[in-house]
T-cell receptor, first 111, second 117 residues
């Protein structure tokens, strides 16, 4: 039931763009995105809800394709601070509050 | 605003022992979530408490249990510790009551690193 994230890792230069994908085999109610830096707690980035509502930081963009049960997180004009491991957490219908997290995507942004 | 606080930060136990981990949510948050993060892996959902009740549970054996107190703080108890229980245990909290409790951002604490020898 865990969502599948891709790619597993990506290396970017400052200013470059990247897309992180998250796919589920289950019908989703929401997708949550978090970033975790080494040795730190995960930090909330965004929630995307079935029906199109989004909650999150203005500088982060993401999409949720309800038909395909997929979400994508867009890292635009990457900065050094974007480095970390990105996790998507999916909440399936009728299983409220239970987030199933993917294995993570490691992002390294170099100068 | 104080964040989610967890104690202790590190713990070393031996197989068969029992352990209790503690979590204090952000002031005003009523929901507390527990996750297990094994080294280099993703987060595995353990438990969700809200208003003192267990609302949902992950695929973990019954020796993983917990509770939430009237002040919304929470404990995670693990009995009969096994080597594979070695992990970072993260607590998160979120706001909202009733229907508004769903789909709220979860704010994580720094975790408790549990090592089983």
């Amino acid at each position: 039931q865990q969502p599948v994230q891709s790619p597993q890792a990506v290396i970017l230069r400052e200013g470059e763009d990247a897309v992180i994908n998250c796919s589920s085999s289950k019908a989703l109610y929401s997708v949550h995105w978090y970033r975790q830096k080494h040795g730190e707690a995960p930090v909330f980035l965004m929630i995307l809800l079935k029906g199109g509502e989004q909650k999150g930081h203005e500088k982060i963009s993401a999409s949720f394709n309800e038909k395909k049960q997929q979400s994508s997180l867009y890292l635009t004009a990457s900065q050094l601070s974007y480095s970390g491991t990105y996790f998507c957490g999916t909440e399936i219908l009728n299983s409220w509050g239970k987030l199933q997290f993917g294995a993570g995507t490691q992002v390294v942004v170099t100068p | 605003e104080a964040g989610v606080t967890q104690s202790p930060t590190h713990l070393i136990k031996t197989r068969g022992q029992q352990v209790t981990l503690r979590c204090s949510p952000i002031s005003g948050h009523t929901s507390v979530y527990w996750y297990q993060q094994a080294l280099g892996l993703g987060l595995q959902f353990l438990l969700w408490y809200d208003e003192g009740e267990e609302r949902n549970r992950g695929n973990f054996p019954p020796r993983f249990s917990g509770r939430q107190f009237p002040n919304y703080s929470s404990e995670l108890n693990v009995n009969a510790l096994e080597l594979e229980d070695s992990a970072l245990y993260l607590c998160a909290s979120s706001s909202g009551q009733g229907a508004a409790q769903y789909n709220q951002p979860q704010h994580f604490g720094d975790g408790t690193r549990l090592s089983i020898l």
